[in-house]
C-alpha cells in the first residue's frame, strides 16, 4: 500500500497551513501553530494522535493512507493490524 506525507495529503485537498490550523483550532479543538504543523509534516513520527485523527478527519483519509514515520505509535499499530489480518 502507498502511504502518502501529511503534507502531500494537505497539499492533494487544495489546503494551506494556515488554513488547516484554523480548521483545527475552531472545529476540532486542537490548539497547534503553523510552525508545529510544518514540522509535522517534515517529521511526522512524533505526532500526537488527536492530531493525527483531526487531520484524517479534515483531509477525508484514513490513517493507514498517511505515513506517520516508521517509529510512531500510529505506524506500529498500523503495522500490528496488517500483520494480524493476514
Not at 1 to 29: C, F, H, K, P, W
Request: charged content about 20%; aromatic content about 10%.
Amino acid at each position: 500500500m502507498i502511504q502518502l506525507s501529511l503534507r502531500a495529503v494537505r497539499v492533494n485537498r487544495s489546503l494551506t497551513l494556515n488554513e488547516v490550523v484554523s480548521i483545527l483550532n475552531d472545529g476540532y479543538n486542537v490548539s497547534v501553530t503553523r510552525q508545529k504543523l510544518s514540522e509535522y509534516e517534515l517529521d511526522s513520527t512524533d505526532v500526537p494522535i488527536n492530531l493525527a485523527k483531526a487531520l484524517c478527519s479534515i483531509y477525508q483519509v484514513s490513517e493507514n493512507y498517511i505515513f506517520f514515520g516508521s517509529l510512531s505509535t500510529l505506524s506500529y499499530t498500523y503495522r500490528k493490524d496488517q500483520r494480524t489480518a493476514i
